[in-house]
C-alpha cells in the first residue's frame, strides 16, 4: 500500500527571539494546526480555567409600591420590624406601640452571582423572590438592598424596578393565575462595589479543570497544549490538567485566550440512562447497549369507589337525618405476556426494542430499573 503524503508546514524560528515573543510564535503555529479539526470540540467548552468562577450573593430586602398584595403584617412581623428600621435609619421616628398595616410592602430574598473579575461599578442581574404571605410582586419596586458573600462583605448593593412575568385576577371567588408571581428578575438591577481576587494571576502554573471527569479526555487535552507549548502541561487526574504559562499578565491572557480555543476529539461519554422517576422523563446517550432479554410487565390497576347515603326521618317524626358512607376498593391487573427484547448495539436499536414493549413512560422506569438490575441494561442507571 502506497504511503500517503501529507503538506509539513516548517516555521523556521530565530534564535535571538526573547521569550515573550517565542510564546507568541508557538501559540500561533499551534492555532495552525489544531484549526483544521472540524469534530473535535474546543477546551473552553469541555473545560474551565482553575480560580476563574462566579460567587453567590445574596440580601435581605423590601419591595415596595405593591398594589395592595404585599405580605399580611399580622403574620409577618419582620416585615414591619424592616420597615420600622428602615424609616429609622431616614430619620422618620413611629411612636413607640404603633400598629402598622401594610399592604404594599413585601420582605424578599434578593440573590444575584457575581462574575469572575467583576469590577466596582459594573451591573449585574438580580432576582428577586418572596419569604412572606404576598400575593403578587407585580409593580414593586425593590428597595436599596446590600448583597453580601459568604464572608459576610457587602459585595453589590440592589435597587430597582421588578419584571415579573406573570398575572392574576380574581373576583367573587374565582382566581387565575399564569405563571409565577411571587419571583421577579431586575436586569442590571445591582451595582458592583467590591471586586473578589482573582487567583490565574498569581503562580507559575495554572489549572485547567474538566468539567466531567474523564481520563482520556484530561490525557488529549494536555497532548493538545503540549503541542503549542511542548512539556508544559501535565495531566494531574482524571479531571485537572496543570499547565506552565507565563508570568507576564498580557502574555498570559493571551496564552489562555489561545489554549482555550484549541480543539480537542473528546473521548466518548459513559453510557447512561437518566431518570425522572416524578414525571416519568426518560433520557439516554447513544452509547446505551441492550443485551437480550425477556420482559413482561402487567397493569395494576385500584379503583376507589366511596358512595354517600342519606337516611331522611318520615315528617313530624322524631328521627333525625343520617349521613353514612361506604367504600368499594376494586384491584384489577391486566395481563402480560411475557416480551424477548433482542440484543441492541446503537440507540436507534434501543429505542425500537423499548417502544415494542408497549410501557408508558412512568412504567418504563420499572423496566429499566429491573434490566440494570438483571445486566441486560449495559449502561449507568441515575434516578433524578
Known sequence: MAAHKFPVRIVHLPVHLPMRALWRVMIIVAAMLFSSSASAGRIKDIATIGGVRDNQLAGYGLVTGLDGSGDQTTQTPFTVQSIINMLGNLGVTLPPGSNLQLKNVAAVMVTAELPAYARPGQRIDVTVSSIGNAKSLKGGTLVMTPLKGIDGQVYAIAQGNLAVSGAGAQAGGAQQ?????????IPGGATVERTVPGMVGEGATVTVELKET?????????????KVAPQSAQALDGRSIQVRAPTYPPERVAFLGQIENLEVATARPGARVIVNARTGSVVMNRNVTLESCAVAHGNLTVTVDVRTDVSQPAPVSLGTTVVSTTGEVNISQEGSAVMEVRASANLTDVVKALNAIGAKPLDLVSILQAMKASGALRAELEII
Open 177 to 185: 393565575t399564569i405563571n409565577h408571581l411571587l419571583a421577579g428578575r
Open 214 to 226: 474523564d481520563f482520556d479526555t484530561a490525557r488529549r487535552v494536555a497532548d493538545a497544549i503540549n
